[in-house]
């Protein structure tokens, strides 16, 4: 009976001592960025949340964007590894200062149609002029969490901690799911509204939220 407990005993602490370092090299993996995924015919948005879980990328995507992807991948850098899935589905990229935006043409909200399939893309400029005209919040980084709320909930929230008072022009609708990790505000403030397709501008210290505007005649 001695010698079985004893093999037991050895068997557990063996096991025990082999499963630190397994344990110890995904928490290692994590906090370096990296990702490990196997799976297909996901919804690209759940994709951005398990990279956001697993790597903490910043990123959003367009509300029109529906795409469903395939990867299968082992420790892989999180942003790469969204880069090139995203160079894949053919979605373009726009920086919003931290926080990077896919969509694609002709769907997203600041463009302007040339003729048949022939577009010029206005969003890159949009995330600098939004961005510039939240300038009053900048030095003010933050977290932004939140599963499938109200788009207005979480843009008043924001506005509010940059003491600026919150504005619709026209109405804002939606529920959305967001994962930034230690951004500045003004980069989550003007990325959400611009993933969304909305417009945003500055009156009197109130941060404005309403229909995007056309930046052709700044062209």
Aim: negative net charge; charged residues 25%; contains cysteine.
């Amino acid at each position: 009976m001695k010698t079985i407990k004893a093999a037991i005993f050895a068997l557990a602490l063996a096991v025990l001592q082999n499963a630190v370092p397994v344990c110890a090299q995904e928490l290692e993996s994590t906090a370096a960025g990296l990702v490990t995924m196997n799976f297909s015919d996901l919804d690209f948005r759940e994709f951005i949340r398990l990279c956001a879980d697993q790597a903490s990328t910043d990123a959003l995507v367009e509300k029109s964007v529906r795409k469903k992807v395939s990867v299968s991948c082992e420790n892989e850098s999180g942003a790469g590894l969204l880069a090139r899935v995203a160079e894949d589905q053919k979605l373009l990229s726009c920086s919003v200062g931290e926080v990077v935006v896919y969509y694609e043409m002709p769907f997203n909200a600041f463009r302007r149609y040339n003729g048949p399939d022939d577009y010029t893309d206005f969003l890159p400029k949009a995330a600098h002029e939004y961005r510039q005209r939240l300038s009053a919040a900048e030095g003010l980084r933050i977290d932004v969490r939140a599963d499938d709320r109200d788009i207005r909930e979480i843009l008043r929230e924001l506005a509010a901690q940059a003491g600026a008072e919150y504005r619709e022009s026209h109405p804002v609708r939606g529920h959305i799911w967001v994962n930034l990790s230690d951004v500045p505000l003004s980069d989550a403030f003007a990325a959400i509204v611009i993933a969304n397709g909305y417009g945003l501008r500055v009156e009197d210290g109130a941060w404005v939220i309403g229909r995007a505007e056309s930046f052709a005649d700044q062209d």
